[in-house]
């Protein structure tokens, strides 16, 4: 009867719930649920099919039986540290083709290239062309600028004390509240941003403006988008002095990106500022696999990808 069953699709990332912290407890799965079980046993069932990605806050377990189940549909496991804010590690759901991986790669090491696809960064975060005749470098810190000018304002519009864009990861508690609540909110996008990429077949790591970090491309995509979304929401978060401001942080972003559908927009955004690089776009290799999608059974030696 199997055989007559159609294959497995996850969800399209544009469908899914965008972002889930879990702590305390085991993932696994039981009775074929995927599940959350805390120290007393009772079970939270967690819909990883229809969710971006996992975030795994300390006291959190992951049994293979989790880890594989979220692999086969396509939901990014990533482990943080408390609020969030330190980003440990990640599991890749999928992404098994490489044509846009080398894609991105290529635009990557081509100067020219890569230029434009900074212009077109600049021009989408800041609703304008950049200025002409401007290298990487330039361009980066003319965003620095504006960038810190656009914190100072949006917590003037909020009434919010600041000084500048700093915490310690060591100390979280230190933080004053616009900080920890700026953490927080970029934390849940990173998180989404990062499980687009990966569900689009791109590399985290092979940046344009950012580079040299395993997330280099993650902060890329997420800043066109940050300060139209979770930088206002963690200033609105801020201005009222929550008692658990990183928790209010993280559901005001949720409802956010539900809102503002976010995940409909992140990779057309990343086409588009690709696309800026002038590269023709390599078409897909007859062997190659759809990403987020899992495996067929092949009748091939150790590693045949068919």
């Given amino acids: 009867m199997s055989d007559y069953l159609p294959p497995l699709k996850p969800i399209p990332i544009k469908d899914r719930l965008s972002v889930l912290f879990l702590e305390y407890g085991q993932l696994d799965v039981i009775d074929g649920a995927f599940v959350l079980v805390d ?50 590690a990640s599991g890749q759901p999928g992404g098994a083709r490489a044509d846009r991986l080398l894609y991105q790669a290529k635009l990557a090491l081509d100067d020219n290239a890569r230029l434009k696809v900074v212009r077109k960064m600049y021009e989408l975060r800041f609703r304008e062309e950049p200025p002409a005749k401007r290298s990487v470098q330039q361009l980066r810190g003319i965003e620095g600028a504006r960038v810190r000018k656009m914190y100072e304002l949006l917590a003037k519009q909020y009434n919010v004390p600041w000084r500048k864009r700093n915490y310690d990861h060591r100390t979280w508690g230190s933080g004053d509240i616009a900080n920890r609540c700026l953490s927080s909110a970029t934390a849940c996008l990173y998180g989404i941003t990062e499980a687009a990429i990966l569900a689009a077949g791109y590399a985290p790591a092979v940046g344009f403006i950012h580079t040299g970090k395993p997330q280099s491309f993650v902060y890329d995509i997420a800043d066109i988008f940050k300060f139209d979304t979770v930088v206002p929401a963690a200033f609105r978060v801020a201005a009222k002095r929550p008692h658990n401001p990183e928790r209010d942080t993280r559901i005001a972003c949720r409802d956010m990106f539900r809102q503002t559908r976010l995940l409909q ?37 150790a590693g045949h990808r068919g």
């Fill in 265 to 301: 927009r992140i990779i057309p955004s990343i086409e588009q500022v690709l696309a800026a690089g002038g590269h023709k776009v390599p078409e897909i290799h007859e062997e190659a696999v759809d990403v987020a999608i899992p495996n067929k059974e092949g009748i091939g030696d």
């Fill in 39 to 88: 120290v007393k046993g009772v079970r939270t069932h967690i819909p990883v099919g229809s969710v971006s990605c996992l975030m795994l806050e300390p006291g959190t377990k992951v049994s293979h039986a989790a880890v594989t189940l979220a692999a086969r549909v396509g939901c990014l496991l990533i482990w943080v540290g408390e609020g969030g804010v330190r980003l440990y």
